[in-house]
């Protein structure tokens, strides 16, 4: 799941995530979401039943 909303990744992680969760926490734009796309993609793996916080230049995987 692909998210920006801040609550609902709150409520998601009082929950047990199976698949695991993005939550790009910069605005998408035309000019970054190359960008995004190709740190999402890069993280995919490594992000399965877990939480990846998306940021500017990089991604955070957070075990839940």
């Known amino acids: ?9 709150k409520r998601v992680l009082r929950k ?6 993005i939550y ?7 000019e ?3 960008r995004l796309a190709k740190i999402i993609k ?5 992000s399965i ?3 990846m916080v998306v940021y500017e ?3 955070e995987i957070i075990s839940l």
């Not at 047990?16 to 969760?21: A, E, N, T």
């Not at 790009?24 to 035309?30: A, E």
């Not at 890069?42 to 490594?46: A, F, G, I």
């Open 49 to 51: 039943g877990k939480l």
């Open 32 to 34: 970054n979401y190359p």
């Open 16 to 21: 047990k995530i199976k698949v695991g969760l």
């Open 1 to 9: 799941m692909l998210t920006r909303d801040k609550d609902f990744v």
């Open 24 to 30: 790009i926490v910069v605005p998408v734009r035309k």
């Open 42 to 46: 890069d993280n995919l793996d490594k």
């Open 57 to 59: 230049d990089y991604a």
